[in-house]
């Protein structure tokens, strides 16, 4: 059997790639191509094929060169330049990117510790900007949702009320759905209670911030049938309930969001509600982990985080 990188096998691979090549030159401009100068053509891939058939590497090497001087003698003018082939190769590779990063994922990258112990800073994220419906263009009208806005989704979204800070216009933000349209939110000390009903939490341990030391109590929230973790600082049996809770009605068309380290965080309970339209989609995976604070050049790289989910 021939290896891979042979003489033989890297002669018959470029034979069968230029009759390939040929022949599509031939197929789509035969209206173009003077007869005399296509059978000129088609003799030399015979003759190439026939090589094949018989195994002899020279004869095919030699008869694959002949049929790059009938291809370049006969029918260059009607194949791509080298240049003109990467420049579209580029341009599809950037309409590719941009469409990818406009309707499907985008990346995301954790500047703040208000979603510690989910998220870290120097987490890197995907986004899905499909999972709940994809936007038409300058509207604000979304088709085709997978899946619905739920308690529980990490969602990124832009500064929902410029109107009281202009300048965080178009910043985004990631924190944790806890409310959906219709919901009622209490806090009670630590406690969330939603529609009337106590959110389950349970104290699983301390939780220290491995950037400055800071210890935090770290509980278990059960947003009911969403768990996941979140920290409080110590020595207070309460947070702080901001400017907007109590709520009475998360309005249609709009979500509640928190950050998961509840006392250091900047949320719908200083600055309201978001609305649909403002949020990008849910994060679903860290790709990548830097730890800026490791003195360690060898630990700064959370290896343990890469291609991790995000409950």
């Known amino acids: ?13 470029r034979a069968k790639q230029l009759i390939s ?5 031939l197929s789509k401009n035969s209206a173009k191509i003077n007869p005399e100068s296509a059978a000129v053509v088609n003799k030399k891939i015979a003759g190439t094929e026939m090589a094949l058939a018989g195994g002899n590497t020279e004869e095919i090497i030699r008869r694959t060169s002949d049929l790059e001087g009938a291809s370049r003698d006969y029918l260059s003018r009607f194949a791509k330049s080298k240049l003109r082939q990467n420049v579209e190769a580029l341009v599809f590779a950037v309409a590719l990117a941009l469409l990818i990063r ?13 979603m510690i112990p989910t998220l870290l800073v120097g987490d ?31 969602i990124v979204f832009t500064y929902p009320n410029t109107e009281h800070d202009p300048s965080k216009n178009n910043i985004y933000y990631i924190k944790r759905v806890v409310g959906i349209p219709g919901d009622r939110i209490e806090l009670d000390g ?25 210890q935090f109590d770290e509980y278990k929230e059960d947003l009911f049938g969403d768990e996941h973790t979140v920290i409080y600082r110590k020595g207070r049996d309460s947070t702080n309930k901001g400017s907007f809770i109590p709520v009475s009605v998360v309005p249609e068309g709009h979500v509640f969001v928190m950050g998961d380290n509840r006392d250091n965080s900047q949320d719908s309970r200083f600055w309201g509600f978001v ?15 830097w730890d800026f ?10 290896w343990d985080r890469i291609l991790s989910g995000i409950d």
């Open 1 to 13: 059997m021939l290896g891979l990188w042979s003489k033989e096998a890297k002669a018959r691979n």
């Open 21 to 25: 090549q040929t022949q599509v030159l």
């Open 102 to 114: 406009t309707f499907v994922f985008q990346p995301f990258k954790i500047p703040s510790g208000s």
């Open 124 to 154: 890197h994220l995907l986004v899905s900007k499909f999972i709940y419906g994809t936007k038409i263009p300058f509207t604000d009208k979304i088709v085709f949702p997978i899946e619905q806005i739920k308690r529980g989704d990490v």
């Open 190 to 214: 630590r406690q969330l209670v939603m529609n009337g009903q106590k959110v389950p939490i349970d104290f699983t341990g301390t939780y220290m911030d491995e950037r400055n030391g800071e």
């Open 275 to 289: 609305p649909f339209g403002n949020i990008a989609g849910k994060a679903f995976l860290i790709h990548w982990s």
């Open 293 to 302: 604070e490791s003195p360690d050049i060898a630990n700064k790289v959370r």
